[in-house]
């Protein structure tokens, strides 16, 4: 059996079809098949705009948002292998890390520069959207979900703050929820969710953790996944052109 006639026989076998369902992209069927059922291809409309794709047009800034999103979880797993969400050991266990722990001070401050820098590209981002326009029909639904995406940034971001449980986190969180109990009708309550009683305490520090690490991760995941899908389905970025300037 020569070479030709094995790979031949590879590519018509099962194992072959199981990871790419089509045959070798010699065709334009094949070819278009492997474009589509790639799913980095296939993130990617099927026609843009060529005004989209300048860079000054958008900075990139969704981009940027979505790779210290990945920064974050990433450096945030590292950290938990050694963060003890305790009232007694979580600053020693912070300060164990920066000073014991190697590459521990560069995972910390990575983490959190990165999340005040995805702060900071989040509300770019919202404004260029807003700037251009992009969030009018028929992406409404796209812009509802990327102020969703705000709001559980800044909770990312204000959960993460009382961790380090040193005086700045605590008394920054104190007077958070302070604030947020002045809310009408559901303020009270609403603190008391938060903090797990009536001050701020173990219970808050486990409520912060958890949230912290599991539940807006999780919600900015999925909403990040159908973000990017309605960019995809609406297009790629929208651009002010005239119907007939699309390429």
């Known amino acids: 059996m020569n070479l030709t006639s094995l790979t031949s026989k590879l590519f018509e076998s099962r194992l072959w079809r199981s990871f790419f369902r089509h045959g070798w992209p010699d065709n334009p069927l094949d070819r278009s098949l492997a474009m589509t059922s790639n799913i980095f291809f296939h993130l990617h409309p099927v026609k843009v705009s060529r005004k989209s794709l300048v860079w000054s047009y958008s900075f990139g800034l969704g981009v940027i948002s979505t790779i210290l999103f990945g920064v974050l979880v990433w450096t945030g797993v590292l950290l938990m292998f050694y963060y003890v969400p305790s009232v007694e050991r979580a600053y020693p266990t912070m300060k164990e890390i920066q000073l014991s722990v190697p590459l521990g001070q560069f995972t910390r401050n990575m983490h959190r ?47 993460g703050y009382l961790l380090p449980w040193d005086q700045l986190a605590y008394w920054a969180i104190t007077v958070g929820t302070n604030i947020a109990g002045y809310a009408p009708l559901a303020g009270q309550v609403m603190r008391q969710m938060m903090l797990g009683g009536s001050e701020v305490g173990q219970n808050a520090l486990i409520r912060f953790y958890t949230l912290h690490i599991a539940v807006f991760p999780l919600l900015i995941t999925l909403l990040v996944s159908l973000h990017i899908w309605r960019v995809r389905k609406d297009g790629g970025l929208a651009v002010n052109d005239a119907p007939n300037s699309r390429d």
């Open 113 to 159: 520069w990165s999340a005040h820098a995805m702060v900071l590209a989040v509300i770019l981002h919202m404004a260029r959207v807003f700037y251009t326009g992009a969030y009018k029909p028929p992406r409404e639904f796209n812009w509802i979900i990327g102020v969703a995406l705000l709001l559980l940034t800044l909770g990312a971001s204000f959960t």
